[in-house]
């Protein structure tokens, strides 16, 4: 609207906020009529915009189309990786750790070194460092540089801890509890 | 038959070869060797699920392996 003021609506909304003897229409027909050329008064604004034609409105709707179809496609290729993914870290689980999964979301690994680590499903600041009697003592962030499905994601961290753990402790950061 | 499962955006990308099929174990040592140049670990694993080893080369004999990416500190 401010586009669409000039001085002499400055003087219309001092009118307005100071007398009581502005009424609204006045106030509207002031508005408008003290806009100049080089501001479209609403009336003119409206007339303005034009209708679309046929041809606008079949491209407009064949865009709309096409985005809703790229967005569902996209949808259902996450939903598609999503599954692999879970079918293979469902492979790379013993039964205990598959009813873990299942009940709480997580499983507990033991590591190259013997050591204890639950990991959680998620990406990032999901495995926590155990002690000897499964108390949490450190919560640990490392991942996939690629955006991979979570599942992928907690299979390669399962991977890695069993495998060089220093590794996977050299390059996570680390929140102590 | 062999298998190799790549860790991708996909999920997983999976490529199969037999070890008695030139051809296809090229193929699969090719992208072995690529994706681990670049930065990926390779690990062998057995088919059943066993928690699988480290290797660096490729191994046309194993039953399966599984490439992830490099890990990045989150």
Not at chain 2, 12 to 33: H, L, Q, V
Request: hydrophobic share 35%; net charge negative; proline share 2%.
């Amino acid at each position: 609207m401010a586009s669409f003021t000039t001085s002499s609506s400055a003087t219309t909304w001092v009118t307005w906020a100071s007398t009581a003897t502005a009424s609204t229409s006045n106030v509207w027909v002031q508005w408008t009529t003290a806009c100049t050329d080089t501001a479209v008064s609403i009336g003119n604004l409206a007339r303005a915009i034009q209708p679309e034609t046929d041809e606008q409105r079949q491209t407009r709707e064949r865009q709309e189309t096409e985005t809703r179809l790229r967005r569902e496609s996209e949808i259902l290729e996450r939903e598609e990786a999503k599954q692999k993914a879970e079918t293979l870290l469902l492979s790379m689980l013993d039964p205990e750790q598959t009813k873990e999964l299942q009940e709480k979301n997580s499983f507990v690994l033991v590591s190259e070194l013997a050591n204890r680590y639950r990991i959680r499903r998620g990406r990032s600041m999901n495995v926590d460092q155990l002690d000897t009697e499964g108390k949490k003592i450190a919560t640990l962030c490392a991942h996939p540089r690629e955006a991979v499905p979570d599942a992928d994601t907690m299979v390669a961290q399962m991977l890695m801890l069993t495998n060089h753990e220093q590794d996977f402790l050299r390059v996570a950061n680390r929140q102590r509890v | 038959m062999s298998e190799m499962r790549i860790i991708d955006t996909t999920g997983d990308t999976k490529i199969i070869w037999d070890s008695g099929n030139k051809d296809e174990t090229d193929a699969a040592r090719e992208t072995f060797n690529r994706l681990t140049k670049k930065g990926h670990k390779a690990y062998m694993v057995k088919k059943d699920g066993e928690k699988g080893r480290v290797i660096t080369d490729f191994d046309p004999d194993a039953e399966k392996i599984i490439l992830a990416p490099q890990m990045v500190g989150g």
